[in-house]
């Protein structure tokens, strides 16, 4: 019997325009309305001073993050000291925010370094933030690759957003 999985998110990147613009970079735009609707539609759900950290649009696991330079460098050993710096700060917030906002049993994070070691976008260094569950993806791993997210991407971005917020502007924070 075939069983129907609904991901609606996944249109977009079908039917949409393919062009070389990096999937990671933003524009360089001052706070305001502009940026904020561009986070949001980017699923951005923290600026930092050199990085940023935006939900995977393609997730293994809901509330899955990625920490990403603002500046477009392939490999960690480009980051300067302060970029690498704020990347683990960012793991850290990310963390924090993931355990109070869904809960999970644990978090995977790491990174992938070219197309051999698994990265989707070599281009631009990432890393990732995944919570997990004890049986999270149960029998839907089996069945090639399949994973199920519970809640829409942007409504989780929305849900989200908020605790980073507060998280990450609590004294002593990156801002």
Known sequence: MAK??????????ILGPKSGDCAFC????????ERDAEDRRRLVVW???RLFVMLNRYPYAAGHLMIIPLRHVPDITELDAEESAEMMALVQLSCRALREFCRPQGI???LNLGEAAGAGIR???HM???PRWN???????VLDDVRVIPEHLERTRERLYPVF???????????
Do not use: C, Q, T
């Open 4 to 13: 129907d999985i609904w991901a609606p998110w996944r249109i977009e990147y």
């Open 26 to 33: 933003l524009s360089e735009m001052a706070p305001g309305p």
């Open 47 to 49: 600026r930092g001073r």
């Open 108 to 110: 995977n994070v790491g």
């Open 123 to 125: 281009e631009h260094v």
């Open 128 to 130: 990732h933030v995944v």
């Open 135 to 141: 049986g999270d993806s149960s029998f839907m791993a």
């Open 165 to 175: 917020k507060r998280l990450g502007s609590a004294p002593g924070r990156i801002e």
